[in-house]
Every structure is written in C-alpha cells, then in structure tokens.
C-alpha cells in the first residue's frame, strides 16, 4: 500500500502545469479534468489464473495508488484555488466477500484516504456520479485521457458517457505528452525510491560474483545425500548455466522486499553476450574439452571440478523496481581462467570502462546528450587503434583514411557500438519516450558529432537537466551479424579482430542522477576491473 510520503498531490500540479503549456492560448484558462483508470489483474488467456499485477505508471505517478481496478478523477484550472490545491478523487474497488475468500482484500475508504495523497477517496460505483457533479460545477472543462490503446488501462463507456451527456469536449491530444514531460525531472522523493532500486539490484549483482568466486575457491560442498537422497540447498549451488545466474540475482532481490523485475534480466555468457538483449537465460556456460564418462555424470561434474569451464565473460544486465521505480544496472564478469578475465577480454572491459569513465566526467547539466555518445565512439575508436583493430596512418599500407577522423566520419564504430549510450530511467526502465526522444526536437536541428548512425538507437536527445536520472552503459560488441557488413572495411586488421571475437560483448551500466554541479552514481556495486577479478576468483 502507498503512504502519503508519495507526493502524488505535487506530482498532479505539475502535470496540469505541463498540460495547460500544451493546450492553445484560448483553452489554457478553462477547467481542465483528468480521467484514468488503473490496471486491472491480468490472467493468463483463457484461464482464471492471475498473472503479476504492476500499477500503470501514469496512474501511479499521479495517485500513489497500486490497487488494482482503481481509478482517478482530478480537476483543476488556471488562477483559481484549484491551480494549488486540485480535486484529486481516487476510486478503488470495494471489498466482495467472495474475492476476499480468494485474496488479500483492497483497503477500506478509510485506510486507504490515511495513506494516499489526494483530496477524497470513494468506490467506483459513484464515479459517474463524480463526473456529473464536477461537469456541473465547471462548464466548459476540457477532459482529458490517455490514448485509446492496448498500452494503457480502458475506462469503461459506462464512465465516460456523463462527459457526453454533458457535451464535455474528451481529448487524448495532450495528456501523454505532459505526463513525459513531468515525468523526465524527477523529485528527491523519487530519486530515494531509484536509490532503493539500485541499492538492492547492486546487491544482488555482487552476490552473483561472490558465489562464482567461491565456485572457484572449491568452497561450496555438497552435504550428505545432496542432489541423490535430497535437492541441493541454496548453499550448495554452483553457477553453472544462466539460468542459475538469473535465479540467484532475482532470489536475492526478492529477500529484499522488490517484487518485481524492472524488464526481463539479460544473463549471457560467452559469445551471446553480443546479443544486446538476449533474455533467453537457458544455455550452460561454455565448457572444455570433455573427458572419458563426463555423459555419465552430468550436472554434478561441476562441484567436483572435473570439467573445467572455457574462459569467458558472463554479462548481467538485471535490475528490480522498488515501489514502482526501476533500476538498470549491468555488469560483465569473468568465468573459467580461475575467475580472471583473459588478456584480450580485459583490454575490452577496461576500454568500456575508460567510455564509462569519460562519459561521467563531462556530465553536467546544458550538455547536450548527443555529446556522451560521441564520447564514447571517439573513445572506442581511440582504443581499437591501440589495440590494433581498427589501423592507423602508420600501419603497413595505410594512410590519412586511417586517421581517427577519418574513420569516426566512416560510422565503422558502430558495428562494435550499435546502441545508445543511455536513456531516461525512472517509473520505466526506458522512461518516458516522447519526451526523452521527441519528434519534434529542436535541439538536433542537424547532427554535429560524428556519423549519423551514432544516433540510430539513442533513446535520449535532450540536453541534461538537473534531476535527470539516466544510465551511463556504454559497451563493445563482436556480433557477426554486426560484424559481416563490415569485414571488408578498409579501416579493419582483420587479423587482430579475429583474436577479439571470442569476447563476445561486454557492457558496463551504472544509474546516476544529474545535480547542479555534476552528477551522483546511484549504483554501489564496482566495476573495476582488479575488484571484479578479486570477487570472481573468491580472492577477497
């Protein structure tokens, strides 16, 4: 249940603000009212079994609300006591006995108005009621919805129809859109719940490498009968496929109260890790050559140490929500070679570190997103080069084409770097699209850095604000689907990017909050590369 340490009241002011911006100079003075419903329980198809309920975001951002079914009616209007003060009306569903044989019930009127902030709290039977009443009180408001889509909660006609009744012009022109943009800035409030998030599921990551480093440590024994006479308890587990990965990180999540997954948790090992979002989470890790009789034997070879894993890299890319706010954190970690990363899998994770690192260096807020992702691909371009995967002037037959410029200009860096180097993060793991990536966006009236398809996939093109919260997760990649469109590049020693493919990708992802000066890394588990190595080889 929320508590009225939500500011839902403060959040409905700033929406109305966005809203009456948006609206044409001769309807921004008029009463404007909003209606939204809530989700309701989903059930898999054809069945009564129910499926996990999360609340709209929109509804919970304005309302506090996580109980399904409810719904919400707010009014306000320019230069009247409403513009400090609007009605905020929340319905939720009254208590059946029936479904409380089955389930936990909704509050009562009364529990639910002590920990909810808003003006009145009622049953859905007297919404129509609600909406005749505030349609007569103010003739002439404007209603608002979201839009008429299977992406958000339907308000039955049977809740509409007195707006009709009423002649009361209904829009879904604007609502969405002022919602984004309240929602891109975020308040203290919300940034303790991200904070929340972030703790738990960085948490949960470095418990995944600690159980690896004790995997390596040969400190995970099997009690008597384990795995024969009785299952494997939780501390006789070893990591030896995704699947397991993935568990252990949403059990440890779920011990600390998050309900949910922010998104489905990418858990890719070895080569797979190319796969930006590769949510299958179902193959074992890669392992060497297999010995005499290891067909007989199986699953419990592993706690034995009688197969030894191949060197790779186990990417992570999970996060949890906490009160409806996400997290999104990744992190790429070494398997087999004793928990070490080899040396070419090293020289790619510590140049996504050197991305990462100089993309916190120039965050402020003015600075135009744009100029991250540039950052990084110039960075990238600038280590392949020390690398020798990407040439240089100097190399055998080469020249000028293999300038840095010249080869940033060519766009070759994004087959190693496809994707964006953040996006907006908030109530969404990729918050509020319209207003972090708009159509109409004069900020990019034409690219100024690098080559177009740098931009392709970046999911946020606005200027850094305080109060942003944006992930930082730059990475680098040997797709072959990515990679065939360009093995012919002029810019490429093929030769040496061939000793690189085997990494598969690594990506390296923190979440921080823009501030007046800079930023603040919300993450807390590390990253660099000999804390990494430590924790997975169990040295500390």
């Not at 995944?208 to 299952?231: C, E, F, N």
Request: glycine share 6%; charged share 25%; proline share 7%.
């Amino acid at each position: 249940m929320a508590s009225k340490t939500y500011p839902a009241q403060k959040h409905v002011i700033k929406t109305f603000a966005k809203l009456v911006e948006l609206l044409p100079a001769v309807e921004q003075n008029k009463p404007q009212i909003i209606l939204l419903a809530g989700e309701v329980t989903p059930f898999r198809n054809d069945t009564d079994r129910e499926m996990p309920f999360r609340q709209e975001s929109n509804f919970y951002y304005l309302s506090g609300c996580r109980v399904p079914g409810s719904y919400l009616l707010l009014a306000y209007q320019s230069g009247t006591s409403l513009a400090n003060q609007p009605s905020s009306h929340l319905f939720i569903p009254k208590a059946e006995l029936a479904d409380i044989m089955w389930s936990v019930p909704p509050p009562s009127l009364a529990e639910a108005s002590a920990t909810h902030d808003v003006t009145r709290v009622d049953h859905p039977a007297n919404l129509p009621d609600a909406i005749q009443e505030l349609v007569k009180a103010f003739p002439g408001a404007l209603v608002h919805t979201l839009p008429t889509s299977r992406l958000f909660p339907t308000i039955p006609s049977q809740y509409t129809a007195s707006f009709v009744a009423a002649n009361a012009p209904v829009t879904e022109d604007y609502l969405l859109t002022a919602l984004h943009r309240a929602r891109l800035i975020k308040d203290a409030e919300e940034i303790e719940l991200i904070r929340r998030a972030n703790q738990i599921s960085s948490r949960a990551h470095e418990t995944v490498m600690r159980v690896l480093g004790q995997g390596v440590r040969g400190m995970i024994k099997r009690g008597k009968g384990a795995g024969t006479d009785r299952p494997l308890l939780p501390s006789e587990w070893l990591i030896q496929k995704e699947a397991e990965a993935e568990a252990l990180f949403v059990a440890s999540c779920r011990r600390e109260d998050a309900k949910h997954q922010a998104y489905l948790p990418i858990v890719a090992a070895s080569t797979r890790a190319s796969t930006l979002h590769y949510c299958c989470n179902d193959r074992e890790f890669a392992w060497g050559p297999v010995q005499p009789n290891d067909h007989k034997n199986c699953n419990d070879l592993a706690h034995d140490h009688e197969r030894v894993l191949d060197p790779q890299v186990l990417l992570i890319d999970a996060g949890c929500e906490w009160k409806c706010y996400a997290s999104d954190i990744t992190r790429t970690m070494p398997v087999g070679n004793g928990g070490k990363f080899t040396p070419e899998a090293r020289a790619i994770y510590e140049l996504v570190l050197e991305m990462q690192r100089l993309s916190f260096e120039a965050l402020k807020p003015g600075l135009h997103w744009d100029a991250i992702q540039f950052i990084c691909h110039r960075t990238l371009v600038r280590g392949f080069q020390r690398l020798g995967i990407f040439k240089t002037p100097d190399s055998p037959n080469s020249g000028s084409w293999n300038a840095e410029e010249a080869i940033l200009a060519s766009g070759v860096s994004s087959a190693f770097f496809p994707h964006g180097v953040g996006h907006s993060l908030g109530m969404d793991v990729h918050d509020v699209p319209s207003a972090s990536k708009p159509e109409k966006n004069e900020t990019i009236k034409h690219i100024e850095f690098g080559h177009e398809s740098f931009y392709t996939y970046l999911r946020l093109r606005l200027p850094l604000e305080e109060g942003m919260v944006v992930t930082v997760e730059p990475g680098i990649y040997f797709s072959p689907h990515l990679l065939a469109p360009v093995r012919d590049s002029k810019h490429i020693d093929q030769e040496v990017l061939k000793r690189y493919e085997s990494v598969g990708g690594v990506r390296i992802e923190d979440v921080v909050v823009i501030t007046k000066d800079g930023y603040e890394n919300l993450t807390t588990v590390r990253s660099d590369t000999e804390w990494v190595e430590k924790v997975c080889s169990g040295e500390i």
